[in-house]
């Protein structure tokens, strides 16, 4: 259900730019990519060195094994992905601040990182560009906190799917 939720906001933002902070195992990424055909897809993740950083134990573990993004490797969409690699918290995101049609926050789950990642998809969003952020559910309380914080008019596409619109004229 959020991966079909991904694919049509992706689809409907006809979108240039996508940003996905969090990687895992690329399944998402390879969605993004395969919804925009035309867009350019990075994604970021931790390296294999810093798995330790990771907030959720099967991260960690992906992440230590060199695991991240081999669900779009070798994927004709894989042209089109830029795999960036480092501390989504320290990450330097100034390249792409005010460029993106599209950010996905689905990386640590922490409230510390998911305030992080949420203000870092704020800085990275383009006047009339969506933010979506996975895993926003009472499981998660750190993410939904995050969130709530921003005062937005956030709107809950799916049970762990939340999406904010920015209004601003694209």
Do not use: C, K, M
Not at 45 to 54: F, M
Not at 137 to 162: F, H, I, K, S, Y
């Amino acid at each position: 259900e959020e991966l079909r939720a991904i694919y049509q906001q992706a689809r409907r933002a006809l979108t240039d730019r996508i940003f996905e902070i969090g990687t895992f195992d690329g399944a998402t990424t390879h969605v993004l990519a395969r919804s925009a055909p035309e867009a350019e897809v990075l994604t970021l993740d931790l390296p294999p060195e810093s798995a330790v950083l990771a907030s959720v134990a099967q991260e960690a573990t992906h992440a230590g094994a060199g695991e991240v993004g081999s669900r779009f490797r070798d994927t004709p969409e894989a042209s089109r992905i830029t795999q960036l690699l480092g501390d989504s918290t320290t990450f330097d995101y100034t390249p792409w601040e005010g460029a993106v049609d599209l950010v996905l926050v689905d990386a640590g789950h922490e409230y510390e990182n998911a305030r992080a990642d949420s203000q870092a998809a704020l800085r990275l969003l383009r006047p009339g560009g969506v933010i979506l952020w996975d895993d926003y559910e009472p499981g998660w309380p750190g993410v939904v906190r995050a969130v709530d914080e921003l005062q937005l008019p956030v709107v809950r596409l799916t049970p762990g799917l939340a999406a904010y619109f920015d209004p601003s004229p694209g």
